[in-house]
């Protein structure tokens, strides 16, 4: 169930249909500057080739997006979607909540990822409560190394209540293993709540996709009358999900402003633990850090559900690639893993 203003946000969406193309016009409605992909240093002819067999073989991929040097240079939507068309990023969500962490940090309403979450979370004190969670901080949740028990499950398929959350048993010491716990990245979002004194999607729509041009989105409730969940159901096109990525490539600023500090975005988008599955690459403040020689090295949002947001600084390159979601997770997930591929090691000339 939706309430009013996730069903308004719904009204706003306009259809399209479209397929695999290039871009060459000089921009877009939604803010991006157009290029043609030969301009930005890609191989046309790879990426056409790209699109016909996401077209006739590779059915799961519902759209990529190519972005380099700042300009969108390439997008295929399968048939039937288009520049307009959402998508459900699942637990690439995780990424939006840490970057909106980092836009709190930048207008002091957070102080920094060291405060403990029982200064934003009073239930974390309560009865029940492992006297270890007092001193569990931000950075424990963004890194997902709280040291929550990830066995015990959320209560029905969305439901997560705080005090629930808080209740689980540790089962090592905060900072101490990585665990991709959906519980823990879901208390970002009840830390940003307490924080801002918004919801996160009042915060989301002021201080992060008002900025972006990002007008077409619907975010899942974890209940009627609840709150946006922290590790997944947020929609949106694959060309917002490109400014995401971009804003972190340029280090938080937009058309000059800045949105998050530098510092933030550095410490979020490099190696503070070593991860783990299902990805198996470090992870920095809810984002993946891939292995890598180049620093700073590539960084993505998503999982093993088929959604990207993958970021090469070296290369100066965002990827995008969206999925369906009723594959199979290791068929989607291999299919993202070949889109990025095929663009970083065969497309992208460098």
């Known amino acids: 169930m939706l309430s009013r203003r996730h069903l308004m946000a719904a009204l706003l969406l306009v259809g399209t249909s479209a397929t695999g193309r290039s871009q060459s016009s000089k921009d877009a409605r939604d803010g991006w500057q157009l290029s043609s992909p030969s301009d930005q240093g890609l191989d046309k002819a790879m990426l056409?080739?790209?699109?016909r067999e996401l077209a006739s073989e590779r059915k799961s991929v519902r759209s990529v997006v190519v972005v380099r040097h700042g300009r969108l240079a390439f997008e295929y939507y399968r048939e039937g979607l288009g520049p307009s068309s959402l998508h459900d990023m699942r637990t690439a969500t995780m990424s939006v909540m840490?970057?909106?962490?980092?836009?709190?940090?930048?207008?002091?309403?957070?102080?920094?990822?060291?405060?403990?979450?029982?200064?934003?979370?009073?239930?974390?004190?309560?009865?029940?409560?492992?006297?270890?969670?007092?001193?569990?901080?931000?950075?424990?949740?963004?890194?997902?190394?709280?040291?929550?028990?990830?066995?015990?499950?959320?209560?029905?398929?969305?439901?997560?209540p705080v005090e629930f959350a808080l209740r689980r048993p540790l089962v090592s010491d905060s900072g101490a293993k990585f665990s991709f716990d959906v519980g823990t990245a879901h208390l970002v979002a009840r830390v940003l709540v307490s924080a801002t004194q918004q919801n996160v999607l009042q915060f989301a729509q002021k201080q992060l996709f008002g900025p972006l041009g990002i007008r077409r989105y619907l975010w899942q409730i974890d209940r009627p009358g609840g709150g946006e969940l922290g590790y997944g159901g947020l929609q949106l096109t694959a060309r917002d999900m490109a400014k995401l990525g971009q804003l972190q490539l340029q280090r938080g600023a937009w058309n000059g402003v800045a949105l998050m500090s530098p510092a933030y975005v550095e410490a979020a988008t490099r190696k503070q633990s070593s991860g783990g599955p299902p990805v198996h690459w470090a992870y920095g403040y809810s984002w993946w850090i891939a292995p890598s020689a180049r620093s700073p090295a590539p960084f993505m949002a998503g999982a093993d559900d088929g959604q990207r947001i993958y970021v090469n600084p070296s290369m100066s390159l965002v990827v995008v690639v969206t999925s369906e979601a009723v594959r199979s997770r290791s068929r989607v997930q291999a299919d993202a893993d070949l889109v990025i591929n095929d663009i970083v090691l065969r497309a992208a000339k460098r």
């Open 48 to 51: 056409d080739e790209l699109a």
């Open 98 to 160: 840490s970057t909106l962490v980092g836009v709190a940090i930048h207008n002091g309403l957070i102080k920094n990822v060291d405060q403990p979450i029982s200064e934003f979370l009073p239930e974390a004190t309560g009865e029940g409560v492992d006297s270890r969670v007092r001193a569990m901080t931000l950075e424990h949740l963004l890194t997902l190394t709280a040291g929550f028990d990830p066995d015990v499950k959320q209560i029905g398929r969305w439901a997560f």
